[in-house]
């Protein structure tokens, strides 16, 4: 990859078309629930970059279509008392047994109490970054890179569809349902809520096989197989074929939970990864330890 990456934890804004102004008063304006105090310290403590990556200086002239980087912090932020664990290390991968509800990457109202800021200080990986994507509900096997430089080779793998996917659901039986099944659909960002996907017409753009592992009286225990990775795949698919994954507050309909209840994890796993190391040529398989367990509130029903 040609040129310098994001930084890891980072988040990104790129300046409008608009008269050249000073870099204090454009992010003044762009955000302003932040006050300037804290955006001039932000900026003394280097943790507003430009494209290079350099530290920038308040009084630092913005542009039309210029790439900002910043670090952001929270006043306020709900500790997640769940932990993530290590399942392998090598020099170039770490790769973790994440729990329900904690995010990967600083996101909303979460940035300590994330997966990557957690383990960057853990041990001292300033360049680490996940290599795909799993939600903050999703528990289950994450890939991280310790490197920069090895970032691409192993997200390359996810893109080229080249990385075997395993996850485990409960939800509502499908008894009509042949299976396995193979759901095909197109998915995008939804128009109303940018925060989650939906189906729409046109040509499949997911896919989706769905099989039991077992049956119970009022859930079963599914295996899904992603062979692609549209955003909430599977949490859209599953929604749609009328069996909405136990514990998800966004699908069929959004709900609001609060940041500090953890009583109803989302009943959804990410349990296997399979793939050949594009660096050694060995195959590499990660099982998550955990498993699905319907809160009480929920199985006494």
Same mark, same amino acid.
């Given at each position: +990859?040609?040129?310098?990456?994001?930084?890891?934890?980072?988040?990104?804004?790129?300046?409008?078309?608009?008269?050249?102004?000073?870099?204090?008063?454009?992010?003044?304006?762009?955000?302003?629930?932040?006050?300037?105090?804290?955006?001039?310290?932000?900026?003394?403590?280097?943790?507003?970059?430009?494209? $290079?990556?350099?530290?920038?200086?308040?009084?630092?002239?913005?542009?039309?279509?210029?790439?900002?980087?910043?670090?952001?912090?929270?006043?306020?932020?709900?500790?997640?008392?769940?932990?993530? @664990?290590?399942?392998?290390?090598?020099?170039?991968?770490?790769? !973790?047994?994440?729990?329900?509800?904690?995010?990967? %990457?600083?996101?909303?109202?979460?940035?300590?109490?994330?997966?990557?800021?957690?383990?960057? *200080?853990?041990?001292?990986?300033?360049?680490? *970054?996940?290599? @795909?994507?799993?939600?903050?509900?999703?528990?289950?096997?994450?890939?991280?890179?310790?490197?920069?430089?090895?970032?691409? *080779?192993?997200?390359?793998?996810?893109?080229? $569809?080249?990385?075997?996917?395993?996850?485990?659901?409960?939800?509502?039986?499908?008894?009509?349902? %042949?299976?396995?099944? !193979?759901?095909?659909?197109? +998915?995008?960002?939804?128009?109303? @809520?940018?925060?989650?996907?939906?189906?729409?017409?046109?040509?499949?753009?997911?896919?989706?096989?769905?099989?039991?592992?077992?049956?119970?009286?009022?859930?079963?225990?599914?295996?899904?197989?992603?062979?692609?990775?549209?955003?909430? $795949?599977?949490?859209?698919? +599953?929604?749609?074929?009328?069996?909405?994954?136990?514990?998800?507050?966004?699908?069929?309909?959004?709900?609001?939970?609060?940041?500090?209840?953890?009583?109803?994890?989302?009943?959804?796993?990410?349990?296997?990864?399979?793939? *050949?190391?594009?660096?050694?040529?060995?195959?590499?398989?990660?099982?998550?330890?955990?498993?699905?367990?319907?809160?009480?509130?929920?199985?006494?029903?």
């Amino acid at each position: +990859m040609n040129g310098p990456i994001k930084p890891a934890g980072a988040s990104r804004v790129v300046v409008p078309s608009s008269s050249p102004q000073r870099l204090l008063d454009f992010l003044c304006q762009r955000f302003s629930r932040i006050p300037a105090p804290l955006w001039q310290q932000r900026l003394q403590q280097g943790k507003v970059l430009d494209a $290079q990556l350099q530290p920038l200086m308040a009084d630092s002239v913005c542009h039309a279509g210029q790439v900002i980087y910043y670090f952001r912090e929270l006043a306020h932020e709900v500790e997640v008392p769940f932990v993530e @664990h290590v399942l392998f290390e090598n020099e170039q991968l770490l790769v !973790i047994d994440k729990p329900h509800f904690l995010a990967v %990457s600083p996101v909303g109202g979460y940035v300590e109490q994330t997966v990557l800021r957690r383990l960057q *200080t853990r041990f001292e990986l300033p360049e680490l *970054t996940p290599v @795909h994507r799993l939600d903050r509900l999703t528990a289950g096997v994450l890939l991280l890179c310790k490197t920069a430089q090895h970032r691409d *080779t192993y997200q390359a793998l996810f893109r080229q $569809q080249q990385v075997v996917k395993e996850y485990e659901a409960l939800a509502a039986p499908l008894p009509q349902l %042949s299976l396995p099944h !193979i759901r095909r659909s197109r +998915m995008q960002a939804d128009a109303q @809520h940018f925060f989650r996907s939906c189906e729409v017409a046109g040509e499949a753009n997911s896919e989706t096989r769905i099989d039991v592992l077992h049956q119970h009286a009022h859930h079963w225990h599914y295996r899904l197989q992603p062979t692609s990775g549209r955003k909430h $795949q599977l949490r859209v698919h +599953m929604a749609a074929l009328g069996a909405p994954i136990i514990g998800d507050d966004f699908y069929p309909q959004p709900l609001r939970r609060a940041a500090d209840d953890f009583s109803q994890p989302l009943q959804l796993l990410a349990r296997r990864l399979a793939f *050949t190391d594009p660096l050694s040529g060995h195959p590499l398989t990660f099982v998550s330890l955990r498993e699905l367990v319907l809160p009480a509130s929920i199985a006494a029903e």
